[in-house]
């Protein structure tokens, strides 16, 4: 079949090695891709959110599946301009509608989702330009620190965590009157912090069964140490020693089996993934945030370690039969380095010149911010590339991801030292 894939960054990267090396793939597209994607499939300029040029396309080039990569065109409606339209609907649409992507789409639908369905979550309320001086008083209500989160979506930077009481003040202040994060925090919602391990866990759905990948810790701030500003994610890891059997059927029962069946009540027909944040409270888990696509960087360790054809996977969604899908998944541990360029997350230069690529051994190097020019791959993001190791153990993943992560280079680079250090800190204890 043919196939076009929308995204440019490491997890479509992923997807697209992976669909290409599926039997049933005829022709592979990716739009807008990268340098990477470039060499397994056919990039094609087309923007993320121009659904009349992508059904163009998709007419003129037999496409008949779509897996969405980012969570715009999902929340800005993909699926449904598709499902509306006779001639495109016959196309499969990997990812939820707009009513389901709205459980990323909007921080505080996703709230009170959890609290409809009686999924444990943070306690919460929410605010806008007219309500200020009542987010005001109610952050006097809570205990440091303060969880302020943009409602809208931002890029993976619109959640901001204050120490103090005068800075939680001021940060509601900048989004809701300021317009820090635009049109993103016309409402935001304050959380109650919630202290733990925080991880990562992937479901994928036909709307009717649903299957777990394994569970991911990844690490958003820029700084080693946990410090510094916020990213779309600095690194991860793939499985996480303390989401345990016991844990994760709590996880199952607590929080999955809820989550799917919610949307079934409340007559959303959700078919793609859900990537659900945790965290592990002394072993209870509560639902931090829910997204509506698979996370970037976990998927570089997650789909790694996935043995089976993941095209076969996503055709079943169509009919509702993913639970008669093979399911194998690799016992050895993945770790993912993201290289960046100097400067990230704030402002940062495009069109360095990379070097070392093919001098990587025993890792996989995953292009995300990455552009062809002048016959040389260069920088185009500020999340360049994620390199991801594989071992029987952490010790070995991290070892073969740092050996990679070192043989690259460019003018400017950045990563992390210390990724995995506090899981391996955990084994020890």
Request: hydrophobic share 40%; net charge negative.
């Amino acid at each position: 079949m043919n196939i076009l894939i929308l995204g440019s960054g490491g997890r479509e990267y992923v997807f697209t090695e992976k669909i290409a090396a599926s039997n049933d793939c005829d022709k592979l597209f990716v739009a807008p891709g990268n340098a990477g994607t470039a060499q397994i499939a056919k990039n094609i300029d087309l923007s993320l959110t121009d659904f009349k040029g992508i059904a163009e396309f998709c007419s003129k080039n037999s496409i008949e599946m779509i897996i969405v990569g980012p969570e715009a065109p999902l929340v800005a409606g993909i699926r449904d301009y598709f499902e509306a339209d006779s001639t495109l609907k016959k196309i499969q649409i990997v990812g939820p509608g707009k009513a389901g992507a709205e459980l990323e789409g909007s921080k505080e639908f996703a709230k009170s989702f959890m609290q409809r369905h009686s999924i444990p979550t943070a306690a919460y309320s929410t605010f806008n330009k007219a309500t200020l001086s009542e987010g005001l008083s109610y952050l006097q209500t809570l205990k440091p620190p303060y969880v302020l989160k943009a409602d809208g979506l931002a890029g993976g930077k619109g959640v901001v965590i204050c120490e103090n009481l005068e800075t939680a003040e001021q940060s509601l202040t900048e989004m809701l009157k300021d317009k820090k994060f635009g049109a993103a925090s016309e409402k935001v919602v304050i959380e109650e912090f919630l202290s733990g391990i925080e991880l990562s866990v992937f479901v994928l759905t036909d709307g009717e069964n649903y299957k777990v990948l394994p569970a991911a810790k990844d690490y958003k701030r820029i700084g080693e140490g946990d410090t510094g500003l916020n990213t779309g994610g600095m690194g991860a890891i793939s499985p996480v020693k303390f989401a345990d059997s016991t844990f994760m059927e709590k996880v199952e029962s607590k929080i999955i089996k809820p989550t799917v069946d919610g949307l079934k009540k409340d007559k959303i027909d959700y078919q793609g993934f859900i990537f659900i944040g945790l965290m592990n409270v002394g072993g209870e888990p509560y639902v931090i945030e829910y997204n509506v696509r698979m996370g970037d960087p976990e998927t570089q360790v997650v789909l790694p370690r996935l043995k089976s054809d993941l095209l076969s996977i996503f055709k079943s969604l169509k009919n509702k039969d993913l639970k008669n899908e093979e399911f194998e998944i690799s016992d050895q541990t993945a770790s993912s380095i993201v290289l960046v360029a100097g400067g990230y997350p704030e402002s940062y230069e495009k069109g360095k010149v990379i070097k070392g690529l093919n001098d990587v051994e025993n890792a996989k190097v995953y292009h995300a911010g990455t552009a062809q020019k002048d016959n040389e791959v260069v920088t185009a993001g500020g999340r360049v590339l994620a390199i991801t190791g594989m071992g029987e153990n952490l010790e070995v993943a991290l070892k073969n991801a740092y050996a990679g992560a070192n043989k690259v280079c460019w003018d400017d680079i950045y990563y992390r030292k210390d990724i995995g250090q506090d899981l391996l800190a955990l084994q020890g204890q």
